[in-house]
């Protein structure tokens, strides 16, 4: 191996420099545009599934179908 890729010196230490520390208050200043957040026009749900009182692949059929309807109406009513 060549001396260009050797990265340490004879005592196992590096030669990179260390990285400075996450500063949250400059990240936020050179950032302003990823710090706002964006609104939640989410409708807070009860996330439990109705007991249908099938099988679990019938409980299950009944979840997805019950929440691709819920997603359905929630997407037009942004919509309109």
Known sequence: MSDIYVMQNAKGETNS???AEFDPARWALLNPWLSEGQP??????NGS??????TPSVQRSFARRTHQAM???????RHD
């Open 40 to 45: 939640d026009d989410r409708t807070p749900m």
């Open 71 to 77: 997603f359905k109406k929630w997407s037009q009513a």
């Open 49 to 54: 599934v109705k007991d249908s009182g099938g």
């Open 17 to 19: 420099p260390t990285p």
